[in-house]
C-alpha cells in the first residue's frame, strides 16, 4: 500500500470517535465507513489498541508498586538488621549471650527460664538508664551556661 502513516491517521480522526464512559475504564467507540465490515474491523482495532494501552499502563503502575513495595521491605529488613544487631551488642555487653553460635539463652547451661527472668531484667535495667539519661539531657538542655558550668564542676 503506498499510503503513508500520517495520512492513515488523519483519515481515522476523520471516520472514528471515542468517548471515555464516565466512572468507567470503558470507552464508546463510534466509525463512520461506507463498508459495515470495514467500520467493524478498525472499531476491533481501536479496542484491541485500548485494552493494550489500558494493559500497559496498569502494568506501569503495578511494577511501580511493586519496586515501592520492595523498598519499603528492604528498608524495614535493614531496620530490623539493625535492632538486631543492637539487641546482640546489648545482650554480649551485658553477658546474657556467650557470644558463639548458640546464641540468646541457648546451650550455656542455665535454664531457659532463667536466661529469659535475666534477659527481662537486664532489658528493664537498660530501659530505666535510658529513661534517666533522657531525663538529664532535657534537664541540661534548660539549662543556661552559669548553670551548666558549676553541673560541669560537680563530682
Known amino acids: 500500500m503506498g499510503i503513508d502513516k500520517d495520512t492513515v ?7 472514528v470517535t471515542t468517548q471515555i464512559v464516565r466512572s468507567s475504564d470503558f470507552i464508546s467507540i463510534r466509525v463512520r465507513h461506507t463498508d459495515k465490515d470495514i467500520a467493524c474491523a ?3 482495532e481501536v479496542v484491541n489498541s485500548y485494552k493494550t494501552y489500558r494493559s500497559d499502563i496498569e ?4 511494577e ?13 529488613e535493614d531496620k530490623v ?14 553477658g546474657i549471650v556467650d557470644g558463639g553460635e548458640s546464641m540468646l539463652f541457648g546451650t550455656s547451661g542455665i535454664d531457659e527460664n532463667q536466661s ?13 538508664e535510658k529513661i534517666q539519661l533522657e531525663t538529664q539531657i532535657k534537664t541540661l538542655l534548660g539549662y543556661e551556661s ?10
Not at 9 to 15: D, N, Q
Not at 121 to 127: C, D, I, K, M, Y
Not at 146 to 155: K, N
Open 9 to 15: 491517521v488523519e483519515v481515522l480522526k476523520g471516520i
Open 64 to 76: 511501580k508498586a511493586l519496586f515501592e513495595l520492595n523498598k519499603a521491605v528492604r528498608e524495614q
Open 116 to 128: 529469659a527472668r535475666t534477659a527481662l531484667q537486664t532489658f528493664n535495667q537498660l530501659e530505666e
Open 42 to 44: 478498525i472499531a476491533e
Open 81 to 94: 538488621e539493625g535492632r538486631r544487631k543492637v539487641v546482640n551488642t546489648i545482650s554480649k555487653t551485658k
Open 146 to 155: 552559669e548553670q551548666l558550668i558549676i553541673y560541669a564542676r560537680q563530682p
Open 59 to 62: 502494568t506501569r503502575e503495578a
